[in-house]
């Protein structure tokens, strides 16, 4: 039997979930309303934007067009769902406002950038940068700029310093914790990057709060506890919060982490209700509990496992290992699984080893340096979490992702039969050398 579907929310969960239900169900009535413009669209290429690497327009990935001809979907753009209740959802549309009925409701309405109390954050030439939609705004005050500041000390600002930089920008990036990245990685991987950051130029002001935005109209100045910065733009990314409220509304259970409680097959614990991507909170694979990374690949494959049950199949999504990258200009960095910090949190007695090593063999040319901390549980040498930083670290991070997910042991790293020829890696490969001094017994 036809059954009807909503899905609030056409980024990346709401796109691949209403895909997987046309495929495996195309018969049934699948509706997307997404409150913008923008469809399937990618906000990590926000940064790349910026830098002047791609247009506005790539940030698309497939056409509003494409969906509805070739999927089948009933998308309706610039929609934004207002409430939802049992069998019914309201949806403020163009031409007015109007109800349409549901038998699964799919809640994929993603998050929303944190906006501090800060006095003057509403003046113009302040931004967050969150969705494509907010580079409309940006555009002609980032020709403008030639002072800008960053508040905030996430991967976003990492990026966003590299493409104001690029664009001949002078950097300021005010935290009010005392190191870039401090949540996702230890305090040693992170320092090469902070050197890098003030060697190319960033005016890095740690362990300051900043209490005002000043300037009349347009932005002039960033006032915090310790000093005065000029700004003519200034990016706000402090970090983002799970759209929680239409969950609320219908009386599905808010996890632990502020978002919304879904089980493996992402059903939230209203029945018919289903929720994927950064709106909805999932389970860290080593620890067992409840966590909320917010992140594109994760999104992705919520949505494809929601899509897929509600059609009748049976998929879990297992959980996450927090695996993650950027890189600041050619130096990148990346981890997955649990940080020295997180282990001690968790109540995790371990092992952890931090080696130097080159990415390709010490004769071939073009070869870099990569820095590698690995950690294993102590008794058993399960591995617990790899943090690199340097050059070519995507296949390190991904194989260990890898073994993290198979459960694998120092050893049975140590022994994996990794790819060698002198263009792509040293015959002792990182990862190798790594699970060595850890002990493989
Ligand atoms: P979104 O992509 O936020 O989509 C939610 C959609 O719902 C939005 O289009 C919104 O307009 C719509 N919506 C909200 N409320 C309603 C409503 N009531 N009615 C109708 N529509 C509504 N992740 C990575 O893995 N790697 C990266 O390198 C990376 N870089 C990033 C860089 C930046 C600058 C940013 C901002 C994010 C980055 N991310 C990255 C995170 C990634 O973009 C998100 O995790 C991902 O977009 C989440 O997808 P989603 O579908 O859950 O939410």
Redesign the pocket.
């Known amino acids: 039997m036809e059954k009807k579907v909503i899905v ?7 796109m691949s979930s209403a895909s997987r239900i046309k495929r495996l169900r195309p018969d049934w009535n699948v509706k997307v ?4 413009s ?1 469809v399937s ?1 990618a ?2 290429g ?2 790349y934007f910026i830098e002047g690497l791609c247009g506005e327009e790539d940030l698309m990935y497939y056409s509003p067009e494409f969906f509805r001809r070739e999927r089948g979907i009933d998308l309706h753009l610039n ?3 207002i409430e939802i209740e049992e069998g019914e959802a309201r949806i403020r549309e163009e031409r007015g406002e109007r109800k349409y009925s549901w038998d699964y409701l799919v809640l ?4 929303s950038p944190i906006l501090p109390e800060i006095d003057g954050i509403e003046l113009e030439g302040v931004f967050t ?3 494509p939609e907010d580079l409309r705004r940006i555009s002609s005050p980032l020709e403008k700029c030639r002072e800008s500041v960053i508040i905030g000390s996430g991967y ?1 600002s990492v990026e966003i310093a590299e493409a104001l930089l690029s664009r001949g920008k002078r950097v300021t990036l005010i935290a009010r914790s005392n190191r870039v990245l401090r949540k996702s990685f230890d305090k040693e991987i992170t320092a090469p990057l902070e050197e890098e950051m003030r060697r190319k130029g960033v005016n890095l002001r740690f362990n300051e709060k900043t209490i005002e935005i000043s300037g009349e109209n347009r932005v002039r100045k960033v006032i915090t506890d310790k000093g005065e910065y000029e700004a003519d733009l200034v990016i706000v990314a402090v970090g983002t919060r799970p ?1 929680v409220e ?1 969950a609320k509304q219908i009386g599905a259970k808010i996890g632990k982490t502020g978002a919304v409680w879904t089980d493996e097959k992402m059903r939230t614990s209203v029945e018919g209700v289903y929720a994927a ?3 909805a909170e999932t389970r860290n694979l080593i620890t067992g509990k409840r966590v909320w990374i ?4 994760t ?1 992705n494959k919520m949505g494809f496992v929601a899509g897929s049950n509600i059609s009748g199949m049976n998929v879990e999504f297992p959980g996450v290992l927090g695996t993650q990258i ?1 890189k600041f200009f050619s130096l990148e960095i990346g981890k997955t699984g649990l940080t020295e910090n997180e282990c001690k949190e968790n109540g995790l007695e371990f092992i952890s080893k931090t080696i130097k090593a080159r990415t390709k063999a010490h004769y071939f040319p073009g070869g870099g340096e990569i820095k590698v901390k690995v950690i294993a549980e102590k008794e058993t040498k399960k591995l617990l979490g790899i943090q690199a930083i340097g050059e070519e670290i995507l296949p390190r991070i991904n194989s260990f992702a890898v073994a993290l997910y198979s459960n694998l042991r120092t050893r049975d790293l140590f022994f994996s039969d990794l790819a060698y020829a002198p263009p792509f890696s040293p015959v002792w490969d990182p990862l190798v050398v790594a699970s060595r001094v850890l002990g493989i017994d």
């Open positions: 609030v929310g056409g980024g990346a969960a709401g309303f997404e409150k913008t923008w669209h906000p990590c926000i940064p929609s934004e769902v994929a309405n993603g998050s940068l969150h969705h976003i759209n239409l991507g950064d709106v917010p992140l594109a690949t999104a950027t």
